[in-house]
């Protein structure tokens, strides 16, 4: 699928499905992933996946899950009603979501966000990914168990306590870190390979993901 993450074409009046927010905890993060502290987030062991075999041949030990990580800053900002990033760690730039629905939204708005409307969401088959805050303020996230038949409703919002980060298994679904400010920075580590499954929320179910950062 190729996607254009600066410039998504969103169907005027398109719907949007309600993401419940929950408080990230050891137990509710169970099979998304874990809270990261302070004092560890910088040795954190990422998961790296083993390269699959392409017939009944196995691959090697010790090979195919060689090429480790790449970490740098992700900055997560808002632009007016516009909510985008920056991935320094593996050089791209993304436009997440709004604030209210795209044909409304304007770049010049200084509105606070009391939501963010999501269109997109990913998993990394070849590793895991941290985020720590380097501010240590709170933040929002919408994950989603794997399964390439994720459908809207399977998305959970989970709010990270100030001082913590988060790890994210493999397979995981995700999108956007939410700041609960314009502006904030995060250190990011993740797999290498960088490969990515996506699912585009109004291309395949017509409607945003909602949630409430308020």
Not at 44 to 55: D, L
Not at 136 to 165: N, S
């Amino acid at each position: 699928m190729k996607i254009d993450y600066q410039n998504p074409q969103i169907p005027p009046g398109t719907g949007q499905v309600d993401v419940p927010l929950v408080e990230a905890t050891e137990e509710s993060l169970k099979g998304f992933g874990k809270l990261v502290s302070k004092d560890a987030y910088r040795n954190y062991p990422i998961e790296i996946v083993r390269w699959p075999a392409s017939g009944w041949r196995n691959v090697d030990e010790g090979t195919g899950d060689e090429a480790g990580t790449v970490s740098g800053d992700f900055e997560f900002f808002w632009e007016g009603d516009f909510f985008k990033g920056r991935n320094h760690a593996v050089g791209s730039e993304y436009l997440f979501g709004w604030s209210k629905p795209p044909e409304e939204a304007d770049p010049l708005s200084r509105e606070q966000p009391k939501e963010v409307l999501l269109w997109h969401a990913n998993y990394h088959p070849d590793g895991g990914q941290l985020f720590f805050p380097l501010d240590g303020k709170p933040f929002i996230t919408a994950l989603a168990l794997p399964g390439d038949e994720v459908r809207p409703e399977d998305f959970v919002a989970f709010r990270v306590a100030a001082g913590m980060g988060l790890y994210i298994h493999p397979n995981v679904w995700h999108e956007a870190i939410v700041p609960l400010e314009q502006k904030a920075v995060f250190y990011d580590e993740q797999g290498a390979i960088h490969a990515r499954v996506s699912v585009h929320f109004p291309n395949e179910f017509g409607v945003l993901l909602r949630i409430p950062i308020q």
